[in-house]
């Protein structure tokens, strides 16, 4: 069973950066195409960063050049460092796993708040 755990959100104010973890402490994650997406008030969960399997990373436009994904598999966790934040990236950010590498999120952790505010 994968269990998804992220960590590391919090209040932040404009410019700040911050990190956040996504650990499956049951099973490995390295054959797990990984994804983080984030979900605001009133809007739709959307995707921020993923791998295009196996390395290659993808990101929305409107975090390229703040946000980097990486991941350790030796860890068993993916990363999403931010930095830059902007009150626009408030949300409750999620990582999701494609255990099948098909496109289709099959997993999801409880997901971490991330304020950013001044």
């Known amino acids: 069973q994968v269990q998804l755990v992220e960590s590391g959100g919090g209040l932040v104010q404009p410019g700040d950066s911050l990190s956040l973890s996504c650990a499956d402490s049951g099973r490995t994650l390295s054959t797990y195409k990984m994804g983080w997406f984030r979900q605001a008030p009133g809007k739709e969960r959307e995707f921020v960063a993923g791998f295009r399997w196996p390395v290659i990373t993808d990101y929305a436009d409107s975090v390229k050049g703040r946000f980097t994904i990486s991941r350790d598999n030796a860890k068993n966790t993916v990363y999403l460092q931010m930095n830059s934040l902007k009150p626009e990236d408030t949300a409750v950010y999620y990582c999701?796993?494609?255990?099948?590498?098909?496109?289709?999120?099959?997993?999801w952790g409880q997901g971490t708040q991330v304020t950013v505010s001044s």
């Open positions: 999701g796993a494609d255990a099948n590498r098909d496109g289709v999120y099959d997993y």
